[in-house]
């Protein structure tokens, strides 16, 4: 309960309406009538001040017990006013709001073990606009994801929409003749719906959250020497981005203007493939929108590791609609991330022992959207990376006959939603 101050009482005055005329009245006492009993009204003044200032105190701490108390679920977070797809900047208004809480299970039946074979971790990480910046975001949005599997079960798919724009893009890009298609719909195993239109040397693969995949064949430039460095596969994304540009915007509708070129994981042999993606960046936007931008559209370079030759593309530019936001709800730091993963909170395909978790070394964290098919949030989560020593990790792996100083790092994701609003509970099943 807040104190009155002496400032509340003051304000009380100054809000006071006193009569012009009594103003004046006591202006005109006369001089003789003040000079009389002066040190028995000054006391008496005193006196009556204190009691109407213990009269002020009284109401004003009245009023305070009838202040209600803020909600322990409602926080202070800043939110856009403007929609998520936007790419004007504009200001982050404070807000108060009471934010429902979400049920996350994890459902999935074959997530796969996230295991990355590297010799530096850092040679994995995205090229993300929030990398090393975690702790300037305090808020992210949730959505509804549109594309569950598990909501429109029961619906008979239209695949004509996709047929279409497979179509479109096989046109735009002269392919050639078609020689077979293919329309699936296999929900009830996460599958989304997808319209596969293919040829002598190409396909084109439609699916129904607007993800295109096209396959084909591009020479690298004549006369280029081609290395499977990082820096060949940036002059070769640089030449090929420039060359397709008004296809990829006519198919995309969006201007993927930044470079993410990273390693997955080598190959026990010791090969490596690179990674090669353009994302969305807009500048101006709050560092959580860009975050938004590069999470939701990006376009993967198929770039050959052996000759440099441009085998395909594949992408979405498609942002989440407003409609299909929830809230922004508050970010847990990375400290409290690890924390979460040791006591067991994550999600990931791979179970644990005591033991494992104990001795597992946090190298590091990332946040990032959990985008899956079968879930009905796509929520923000930490994306943590661990290393569990030569052992490696019981039924799964060991370091013992990794060449060329590599390291078996792990993959684990902890949501990245504050626990008082989530309620989680992961379930593993793996395939």
């Known amino acids: 309960m807040k104190n009155s101050t002496p400032e509340d009482v003051f304000s009380v005055f100054d809000n006071m309406k006193v009569d012009d005329r009594l103003k004046q009245n006591l202006l005109n006492i006369p001089k003789q009538k003040l000079q009389r009993g002066r040190k028995k009204r000054i006391t008496a003044s005193v006196a009556a001040a204190a009691i109407l200032c213990v009269t002020i105190f009284g109401i004003l701490e009245f009023k305070n017990l009838w202040k209600t108390e803020k909600p322990s679920n409602i926080v202070e977070s800043t939110s856009k006013t403007d929609d998520v797809q936007s790419t004007n900047s504009t200001s982050d208004t404070l807000i108060k709001k009471e934010l429902p809480i979400l049920s996350y299970n994890y459902e999935g039946s074959g997530m796969g073990f996230g295991e990355y074979m590297l010799k530096d971790f850092k040679e994995g990480l995205r090229n993300s606009p929030i990398l090393d910046k975690e702790d300037e975001i305090k808020t992210l949005p949730v959505y509804k994801n549109p594309s569950y599997t598990g ?57 129904s959250d607007d993800t295109v995949n096209i396959h084909f064949y591009i020479p690298p430039p004549s006369g280029f020497v081609f290395e499977n460095t990082k820096e060949k596969h940036d002059e070769l994304l640089d030449y090929y981005s420039n060359m397709l540009k008004d296809k990829i915007y006519k198919i995309w509708n969006v201007d993927f203007n930044k470079k993410d070129i990273y390693i997955p994981s080598y190959s026990y042999d010791g090969s490596l493939n690179f990674y090669d993606y353009m994302y969305r960046n807009d500048e101006n936007s709050s560092l959580s929108q860009q975050f938004i931008q590069f999470s939701f559209q990006s376009l993967q370079f198929y770039i050959n590791s052996e000759g440099g030759g441009l085998m395909g593309l594949s992408g979405n530019s498609k942002m989440p609609d407003n409609e299909d936001k929830i809230e922004d709800y508050p970010i847990i730091s990375d400290e409290e991330a690890i924390r979460e993963f040791k006591s067991g909170n994550f999600i990931s395909s791979v179970t644990l022992t005591d033991e494992e978790l104990k001795r597992a070394e946090v190298v590091k964290c990332e946040i990032e959207y959990f985008k899956q098919s079968f879930q009905k949030y796509t929520i923000p989560v930490y994306k943590i990376y661990a290393l569990f020593g030569e052992e490696g990790l019981t039924n799964y792996y060991n370091d013992n006959n990794l060449k060329d100083g590599l390291k078996t790092y792990v993959a684990f994701y902890v949501p990245a939603i504050s626990k008082e609003y989530l309620e989680f509970k992961p379930e593993y099943k793996f395939n």
Request: net charge negative; proline share 2%; glycine share 6%.
């Open 151 to 207: 909501a429109i079960l029961d619906e008979n798919y239209d695949f004509s929409r996709l047929e279409e724009r497979a179509n479109e893009i096989i046109e735009l890009f002269n392919l050639g003749d078609v020689t077979g298609v293919i329309k699936q719909d296999e929900r009830e195993h996460d599958i989304l719906p997808y319209c596969e239109i293919y040829g002598k040397e190409y396909s084109v693969n439609v699916k």
